[in-house]
């Protein structure tokens, strides 16, 4: 279970515009130090978000927004708009806390819970100018109000049930009612019970997913010396179990005012133990696709680290694996490095996995939180676009879209001599300068996006797959749509992994429309050429549920809500509207196949400002990996040109 390791250098990182009047990103300290992260092959660790005092967290339904506690007055909405993986806008929706550390979602309602009271919040993420102190509906107060151990930590289990972890308010001391014990209540607060007993200070919880138990992670007993005792993580697999405290200082070890006291009860020990003062809290049981398959079902756990010890230990996340029938079988470093020659930069807190299978890692100390993902060349990663950005790239055939990997490395569609099949590729631009075809006998191939390591192309009526390895596959062919596809034209893949194809018809716009196709390559038609859109080509992520889409035949941009359908008209004046991205400035930018121009706006109702004229068909633009360039395919040139933006 040793994976190879290595020191994390050239990390991608893109400045994060953070657009609240309480919260203003500045992730340069996190940033500059992200080098110094130890991290297996393959992996990649960014800034996702800069939260004060960032604790537990919890993934908003529909919307995505992460919702994350402090042990101080606030809770804050952390919101990736366009689901680039980088968070756009953290906003303070609660400040009147006592401690409120634990959140949680469940049904369409945030749970917070404080030091002394656990209260719901209808609705959050759609609209987070809501006045939540006023919605506020508080479901339990008989929390023990006492402040040591006391920032409680909640989940939801697969029974239903809150489970609300209660420290006890002490170092080692006689307890009572609830403290010391992991409570669990119905989701109004009623029919509260004791769960598990004996559990000294537990802030982190997570369900085994194929068994549904309950595991915790425990701090134990402080003062004992530098080794002693052992951290903690524990399986609670029915209710009723007691596991120690304060009889076992922790593990089996006894503190000596409590070394001849009698155990009243048969005590559950944990199924793993840990380096002493790591301060393991919170954790989550891997269950995404991106990882490994090996990562499938083991628990990834933020050691906080040690406070109390001679020589620090913890700062970092620990991996326990498991095996097919769900027992430990050990435990590993997955990353480390916040801790260097005895000084700690980061305290690794909380663990959320995102519905793409990355990470988020919380970090109290330094005020961020991480996302940790997995593909294919990323520990190559650069931040550069490549040699030759000050010059166009020539010699292509018919270029149509672009797109930035991570790693620096760019890939571009290239059509052919159009109408013709079999001969369009993809082309490879690699960080060195040097180019290579990934993948060819494609038709006619435009959009391009990438996902998971993945690209998807459209090419005229399918939909190609593509792995970073030049694998194809058909991911919908002709026969799988709805309607008659017969110009796919631009691809745009929201945070699940949802794809969205527009068709930009035939010239008068028959059988246009735009369609979604899912991960596993069902096809439903989002709008049809009945829309009032004449011929739909660029799309943008523009929000929840909410799609930019350009008109390739008027000209016009509109806005198109996913849920309702409801489409709008924003801006006009684009002639054939082509491309569109969004730069991590939150500015906007379009490009105009007909008349050779790239333009820049503010917003999509904003006044254009045009960049740029002289291109022969300025096609599908996207942004360098350093966001330092915009990627115009200039597709009858036959070039690519890296368009500095200023």
Partial sequence: MNATRKTLSGLLFSAIGMLSANVLADTTDAEKNLHKLNVPEGFNVEIY???????????????????????????????????????????????????????????GNLYVAEQNRIARYAAPGFDLSLPFADMREVIFEDLPDKGHHGWRYIAFGPDGKLYVTVGAPCNICDVNGYEATIIRMNPDGSDAEIYAEGVRNSVGMDFQPETGALFFTDNNTDMMGDDNPPGELNAASQIGQHFGFPYYAGGDARHKDWADKAVPTDVTFPVAEFQAHTANLGFKFYTGKQFPDTYQGDAIIAQHGSWNRTEPVGYALVRVTFDDNHNVTGQETFIDGWLNDGEAWGRPTDVLQLPD??????????????????????????????TSQSKPLTDLVMPESAIAAPNGNIYITEIGEFGKAGDGKVTRLNADGSTQTLADNLNDPKGIDLFNHHLYVADVDQ???????????????????????VFLNDVEIDGKGNIFVSDSGDDDGKHAGIYRVTPEGKVTEVISDKSGIKRPNGLLNNGVNQLLVADFGTGDLFTLNLSSGAIKKVNQGFGGADGLVRDSNGQLYVSDWANGKVWQLSEPKATPLLMRDDFVSAADIALSADGKHLLVPDMKAGEMTFLPLH
């Avoid at 960032?54 to 908003?60: E, I, V």
């Avoid at 939909?463 to 596809?485: M, N, Q, Y």
């Fill in 49 to 107: 978000a800069e939260v004060p005092n960032a604790r537990q967290m919890a993934l908003g339904q529909s919307t995505g927004t992460v919702f994350v506690g402090t042990r101080n007055k606030q809770v804050y909405a952390v919101v990736d708009k366009d689901k680039d993986r980088k968070a756009d806008q953290v906003v303070t929706i609660l400040d009147d806390l006592k401690v409120g550390n634990g959140v949680a979602m469940f049904e």
């Fill in 357 to 386: 299978g990355s990470l988020l890692v919380s970090d109290d100390y330094n005020g961020v939180i991480y996302r940790i993902s997995y593909g294919e060349n990323m520990e190559k990663a650069v931040v550069k676009t490549s």
């Fill in 463 to 485: 939909l190609v797959k593509i792995s970073l390895d030049g694998k194809t596959e058909i991911l919908a062919r002709a026969a799988d749509f709805p309607g008659k596809p």
